[in-house]
């Protein structure tokens, strides 16, 4: 601890700002890490269970509650949908919508606090260059070159915050392309979900099958 406090010292008081924005980064960066992880599925066994429960079964009450089984934005997307059937088409598509902004605004949470991290943190550690390297020129002005401790000091302070700007910014930068492409595969699995039900529904239609929306009867008791 006494090494770091003492390069918080030596990097004056930019290093505060660095501070704050790596706790931030690192605490949004795990929060992002498992809650993605979390809302990760099987789409195709759970595609496979929703179509088997409206063509095979006709059940939409069987299929809402495969729905309420799974995780994730693709399952609740899919179960708006499903709770339209007979609406519309245009309806449908709507609510599909809306149910898929309302899940990718919980998806890309807290990305806009890493995006700020990575672009901020190299920003400070700059400004931390420049004011060392004024202190050093004012050390340098005020007792020449006959204590070169009082310029190095300021020297320091330039090279150690650029490099904790760099060294926050770098990790905080992979792991927002990291989210950014687990998110648009979100975005794939969504968009290959929603074909798959508007065009379940369309075969429901054309085939005249109506799901049967009523809870399954409880088993007689012996």
Same mark, same amino acid.
């Given at each position: 601890?006494?090494?770091?406090?003492?390069?918080?010292?030596?990097?004056?008081?930019?290093?505060?700002?660095?501070?704050?924005?790596?706790?931030?980064?690192?605490?949004?960066?795990?929060?992002?890490?498992?809650? +993605?992880?979390?809302?990760?599925?099987?789409?195709?066994?759970?595609?496979?269970?929703?179509?088997?429960?409206?063509?095979?079964?006709?059940?939409?009450?069987?299929?809402?509650?495969?729905?309420?089984?799974?995780?994730?934005?693709?399952?609740?997307?899919?179960?708006?949908?499903?709770?339209?059937?007979?609406?519309?088409?245009?309806?449908?598509?709507?609510?599909?919508?809306?149910?898929?902004?309302?899940?990718?605004?919980?998806?890309?949470?807290?990305?806009?606090?890493?995006?700020?991290?990575?672009?901020?943190?190299?920003?400070?550690?700059?400004?931390?260059?420049?004011?060392?390297?004024?202190?050093?020129?004012?050390? +340098?002005?005020?007792?020449?070159?006959?204590?070169?401790?009082?310029?190095?000091?300021?020297?320091?302070?330039?090279?150690?915050?650029?490099?904790?700007?760099?060294?926050?910014?770098?990790?905080?930068?992979?792991?927002?392309?990291?989210?950014?492409?687990?998110?648009?595969?979100?975005?794939?699995?969504?968009?290959?979900?929603?074909?798959?039900?508007?065009?379940?529904?369309?075969?429901?239609?054309?085939?005249?099958?109506?799901?049967?929306?009523?809870?399954?009867?409880?088993?007689?008791?012996?």
């Amino acid at each position: 601890m006494g090494t770091f406090w003492g390069y918080m010292e030596q990097g004056g008081p930019v290093m505060w700002p660095l501070l704050a924005f790596s706790i931030l980064g690192l605490a949004f960066a795990i929060e992002r890490f498992f809650a +993605l992880r979390k809302a990760q599925i099987n789409v195709n066994e759970f595609l496979a269970k929703i179509r088997k429960a409206l063509m095979v079964n006709r059940s939409l009450r069987d299929a809402v509650k495969i729905c309420e089984q799974y995780r994730g934005p693709v399952a609740s997307i899919m179960k708006a949908g499903l709770l339209k059937f007979g609406q519309p088409k245009e309806d449908v598509e709507k609510t599909i919508e809306n149910a898929a902004l309302y899940e990718m605004g919980r998806l890309e949470r807290g990305l806009n606090v890493l995006a700020t991290t990575a672009n901020v943190a190299p920003l400070l550690g700059f400004l931390g260059t420049v004011t060392g390297m004024i202190n050093s020129f004012d050390a +340098l002005a005020k007792q020449g070159l006959s204590n070169p401790g009082a310029v190095a000091a300021g020297i320091s302070e330039a090279l150690i915050t650029t490099a904790t700007g760099l060294i926050i910014a770098i990790p905080i930068q992979l792991a927002y392309n990291y989210f950014m492409t687990k998110i648009n595969k979100f975005v794939r699995d969504i968009e290959t979900a929603t074909n798959m039900l508007i065009e379940t529904f369309s075969e429901m239609d054309r085939g005249g099958i109506t799901p049967d929306r009523s809870e399954p009867a409880a088993p007689a008791k012996s």
